[in-house]
């Protein structure tokens, strides 16, 4: 089944500077890529999703970029704020999603 | 407003008493699951639904049920609860796996 490894699992950052968080992934048959943040005491929530047919998507201050032939995806945040502190999850569907083990982020104002 | 609640938000139990989670989504989604969220572990699937027909196990399905008699609900079932069931869980809803889930605030379960 569909492996997902994600890097790093903690990440501290100045407000204001940028956070990248790193996924690979096993099966080159997935084709969708979402990214979730969970604040504390509440549920994840997407923030930004990518599909296989495109390398790169844009939202604001968030983007994600996907490379399919190394099999890796990454979500940078810019120009980060104390509001971003949270757990970030990345994700890989093939049949099904698979889950990426999350990444603490603090931003220390 | 679009959401998936689940119930309740936390419940202490003791080993082998039954007890059921209840998840509900008002967003009409044919797809359903649960998750469980261990430290480092990150978020693994229990089971999913497809739609009303179907369900399946996922990957950590050993000790729980679950059923899905209409759209609108997906109870996850613990017969004979150990402390290893102990966490974090989530169910989640979305029109099918490849559009983005919405998630519950979750229940955090302690097994003594």
């Known amino acids: 089944g569909e492996n997902v490894e994600q890097h790093p699992s903690t990440l501290s950052v100045q407000e204001g500077d940028s956070a990248v968080i790193k996924c690979t992934y096993s099966?080159?048959?997935?084709?969708?890529f979402p990214w979730y943040k969970q604040e504390l005491g509440k549920g994840p929530q997407l923030i930004i999703d990518i599909r296989s047919n495109v390398g790169e998507k844009k939202d604001q201050r968030i983007a994600v970029t996907l490379n399919k032939t190394a099999k890796h995806f990454s979500l940078h945040i810019t120009e980060t704020q104390p509001e971003d502190s949270a757990v970030y999850f990345c994700a890989a569907l093939y049949q099904k999603v698979t889950f990426g083990t999350g990444t603490k982020l603090q931003v220390i104002p | 407003e679009a959401q998936v609640t689940q119930n309740p938000r936390y419940l202490i139990t003791v080993t082998g008493k039954k007890l059921t989670v209840t998840c509900s989504q008002n967003?009409?989604?044919?797809?359903m699951s649960w998750y469980r969220q261990d430290p480092g572990l990150g978020l693994r699937q229990i089971y999913y639904?497809?739609?009303?027909?179907?369900?399946d196990k996922g990957d950590v399905p050993e000790g729980y049920k679950v059923s899905r008699k209409e759209k609108r609900n997906f109870p996850l079932i613990l017969e004979s609860p150990s402390p290893n069931q102990t966490s974090l869980y989530f169910c989640a809803s979305s029109l099918s796996p490849g559009f983005p889930l919405h998630f519950g605030n979750g229940t955090r379960l302690t097994v003594t």
């Open positions: 639904s497809m739609n009303v027909e179907v369900t």
């Open positions: 099966d080159s048959a997935s084709n969708y």
């Open positions: 967003m009409n989604h044919e797809y």
